[in-house]
């Protein structure tokens, strides 16, 4: 991608038409916690970025979300099944514990985590 000056005398950035300008995982309102636990199910880039833009936390998706939400968010087959097993075993290992401990909670409004702002 370049730069063209606009009539304005400014720089301008161009990208190739029909392109969506990219999210980084990196970006501060990102749940970190849920962008290193999805890297470690070995999801690509484009597939984190779909959970980062629907503002999903780390305890939204192991506590929370059904297969349906994973569905809607457009995800190939393979990696949406991988998710939903994942979150599964989280489901099936903790409630034999019987009780309900999250990694992260979103809820909390002193952690500027980016989730629930």
Same mark, same amino acid.
């Given at each position: 991608? /370049? !730069?063209?000056?606009?009539?304005? /005398?400014?720089?301008?950035?161009?990208?190739?038409?029909?392109?969506?300008?990219? $999210?980084?995982?990196?970006? !501060? !309102?990102?749940?970190? /916690?849920?962008?290193?636990?999805?890297?470690?199910?070995?999801?690509?880039?484009?597939? $984190?970025?779909?959970?980062?833009?629907?503002?999903?936390? #780390?305890?939204?998706?192991?506590?929370?979300?059904?297969?349906?939400?994973?569905? =809607?968010? /457009?995800?190939?087959?393979?990696?949406?099944?991988?998710?939903?097993?994942?979150?599964?075993?989280? =489901?099936?290992? #903790?409630?034999?514990?019987? !009780? #309900?401990?999250?990694? #992260?909670?979103?809820?909390?409004?002193?952690?500027?985590?980016?989730?629930?702002?």
């Amino acid at each position: 991608y /370049g !730069s063209q000056r606009s009539a304005a /005398g400014s720089d301008v950035a161009t990208s190739p038409v029909g392109l969506l300008p990219q $999210i980084s995982v990196t970006d !501060s !309102s990102a749940d970190q /916690g849920l962008v290193d636990w999805l890297q470690g199910l070995g999801l690509d880039q484009g597939s $984190i970025e779909r959970f980062v833009m629907e503002e999903y936390c #780390h305890d939204d998706v192991l506590n929370y979300v059904t297969r349906e939400d994973l569905r =809607r968010l /457009g995800l190939r087959g393979g990696v949406e099944l991988r998710v939903w097993r994942a979150v599964t075993q989280y =489901r099936k290992d #903790h409630r034999s514990k019987g !009780s #309900h401990t999250s990694p #992260h909670n979103c809820n909390n409004t002193e952690q500027s985590d980016g989730c629930g702002d």
